[in-house]
């Protein structure tokens, strides 16, 4: 037996040398890696002025089963934001979000609230009335800490304000993106953050971080994709240019 062992040793052994051009050893050394770049390249690509990384942007995640619009003056958003949510519930009376000041959209609170909706920020979800309230709105409103153009991915930190809840509760999430806050990719937001100094700050402030790549889905049963299994249904973005 153990004859038979080293034979088989000596010949997968010997077919290993035969792939690697005959060389007595077995794996190649470090200088077969010399050419490689010093700085890995990244894993998803992007380009282009924040109008194209706008519709970049929109063309992920419309493939990925979401919606989006692109709004070319802030003062647009907030018609927009009514609309989309009187399409989604006529009778809707609260929508489960962010508080205002950390959704950079001018008169939001008020153009909602002529329309005869409110917001409803949660500071606490620990007792069951809140958590109950919460559970029952069917929309969630949110802005987000950045998003990436080349795969449609959102980023949302949760912070004072910024109830984590909105976008995992509710059927319908609706995520405003100023431009300012839209990356090519995921590794130039990395970079802006380096380069800024804020990314020690944000992984030390953020208890969770959160990257949302369309709605919730899953296709564990039968290989059937359902969509709003673990989350929302329906995730629609509205980018606009918040440099002017």
Request: net charge neutral.
């Amino acid at each position: 037996m153990k004859h038979d062992s080293r034979s088989a040793r000596d010949a997968i052994l010997g077919r290993l040398r035969t792939s690697l051009g005959g060389s007595g050893q077995l794996f190649r050394g470090s200088e077969a890696r010399r050419d490689m770049p010093a700085v890995p390249s990244p894993v998803t690509e992007g380009g282009g002025d924040s109008s194209a990384l706008a519709h970049m942007f929109g063309a992920k995640l419309e493939r990925l089963n979401g919606g989006y619009d692109v709004v070319e003056r802030p003062e647009q958003v907030a018609a927009r934001v009514v609309a989309l949510i009187r399409g989604w519930d006529a009778e809707a009376r609260d929508v489960l979000s962010w508080a205002p000041d950390q959704i950079p959209v001018p008169q939001l609170e008020q153009r909602l609230g002529a329309a005869g909706l409110q917001l409803l920020v949660p500071h606490d979800l620990y007792d069951p009335e809140s958590r109950d309230r919460a559970a029952a709105q069917s929309v969630g409103l949110t802005s987000v800490d950045a998003a990436f153009a080349s795969t449609g991915s959102v980023v949302l930190a949760p912070g004072p304000g910024k109830c984590r809840a909105a976008a995992l509760l509710p059927l319908h999430h609706l995520a405003i993106i100023p431009l300012s806050r839209l990356f090519a990719t995921f590794e130039a937001w990395l970079e802006s953050l380096r380069t800024g100094g804020k990314l020690g700050t944000l992984l030390q402030e953020s208890g969770q971080i959160a990257f949302i790549t369309g709605p919730s889905k899953s296709a564990d049963i039968e290989l059937t994709l359902t969509l709003g299994v673990h989350g929302p249904k329906v995730v629609h973005a509205i980018l606009y240019n918040d440099d002017r």
